[in-house]
C-alpha cells in the first residue's frame, strides 16, 4: 500500500506554454501533498505544501503565480507550470502524507521530468 | 534550526564491502530521521526511519542504520554492498511541528566489480 503515482512522468514543451503535472495517491487519502523540485545532481527543493480544499503554502522564494497548485481532492494534487520557459526545465517530485497519520513518514511519487524547449 | 548534513558527496564500495554513509543532524528536538533512495529519473524509496524506540534501525534491501544522539549521527551502513545499490542516498530530517523534510545534500553511491 501507499502508492503515490505522478503523471506525465516525462514532458516537453515549448517556451510560453503551460504544463500540468498530476500526483495521485492511489491507496490511501492523503491530507497533505508536497511539491518539490530537483535540478542535476542535486538535492530536493521543497516549492509548497498542498492541503486538501485549500490554497497551497509556497516556500519562500517560489513563484505562487507561476507554480499554480491545485488540491481538489484527497487523492489527487496538480501543478502547472504556467508560461513555462527553459529555466524551468526540471524534475518535479510530489510526496503524500496519509491522512491521519503521525509517523511523519511521505510516500513519494516517481517524479515528473519536464523540459523546455 | 534543524539540518542535514551528508559527509562526501560521492562514495565508491568494492562489490561485497561495506556501505558506510553519513548523516548528521542538528535538532533542539528529539529528531525523525529518514534515509530515502533514489534511482535515476525516479522518485524516493524510503529505506529506514527512526522515530523513537531502538536506535538501530533495520530498513529493507539489508540497510540498517544507528541513531547516536550523542554523535548527532544517523549513519546508513550496509555489510556487502551490491551492484544495484548503486544510487543516490538522501538523508532527511522532519522539521519539527510539520510533515515539511529537510534534505541532505544527497551522496552517490557507485559500487566497483
Known amino acids: 500500500g501507499a502508492v503515490v503515482s505522478q503523471h506525465p512522468s516525462w514532458v516537453i514543451c515549448k517556451s510560453g506554454t503551460s504544463v500540468k503535472i498530476e500526483c495521485r495517491s492511489l491507496?490511501?487519502?492523503?491530507?497533505?501533498m508536497f511539491w518539490y523540485r530537483q535540478f542535476p545532481k542535486q538535492s530536493l527543493m521543497l516549492m509548497a505544501t498542498s492541503n486538501e480544499g485549500s490554497k497551497a503554502t509556497y516556500e519562500q522564494g517560489v513563484e505562487k503565480d507561476k507554480f499554480l497548485i491545485n488540491h481538489a481532492s484527497l487523492t489527487l494534487s496538480t501543478l502547472t507550470v504556467t508560461s513555462a520557459h527553459p529555466e524551468d526545465s526540471s524534475f518535479y517530485i510530489c510526496?503524500?502524507?496519509?491522512?491521519?497519520?503521525?509517523?511523519?513518514?511521505?510516500?513519494f511519487g516517481e517524479g515528473s521530468r519536464l523540459t523546455v524547449l | 534550526a534543524q539540518s542535514v548534513t551528508q559527509l562526501g558527496s560521492h562514495v565508491s564500495v568494492s562489490e561485497g564491502a561495506l556501505v558506510l554513509l553519513r548523516c548528521n543532524y542538528s535538532?533542539?528536538?528529539?529528531?525523525?530521521l529518514f534515509w530515502y533512495v533514489q534511482y535515476p529519473n525516479q522518485g524516493l524509496q524510503l529505506l529506514l526511519k527512526?522515530?523513537?524506540?531502538?536506535?538501530l534501525v533495520k530498513g529493507i534491501n539489508g540497510f540498517e542504520a544507528e541513531f547516536k544522539k550523542s554523535e548527532t549521527s544517523f549513519h546508513l551502513t550496509k555489510p556487502s554492498a551490491h551492484m544495484s545499490d548503486a544510487a543516490e542516498y538522501f538523508c532527511?530530517?522532519?522539521?519539527?511541528?510539520?510533515?515539511?523534510?529537510?534534505f541532505g545534500t544527497g551522496t552517490r553511491l557507485k559500487v566497483l566489480a
Open positions: 532527511a530530517v522532519l522539521l519539527s511541528g510539520t510533515y515539511k523534510y529537510i
Open positions: 491507496d490511501f487519502q492523503a491530507t497533505t
Open positions: 510526496s503524500a502524507r496519509k491522512q491521519l497519520a503521525n509517523t511523519g513518514e511521505l510516500f
Open positions: 535538532s533542539s528536538v528529539p529528531p525523525y
Open positions: 527512526y522515530t523513537t524506540g531502538a536506535t
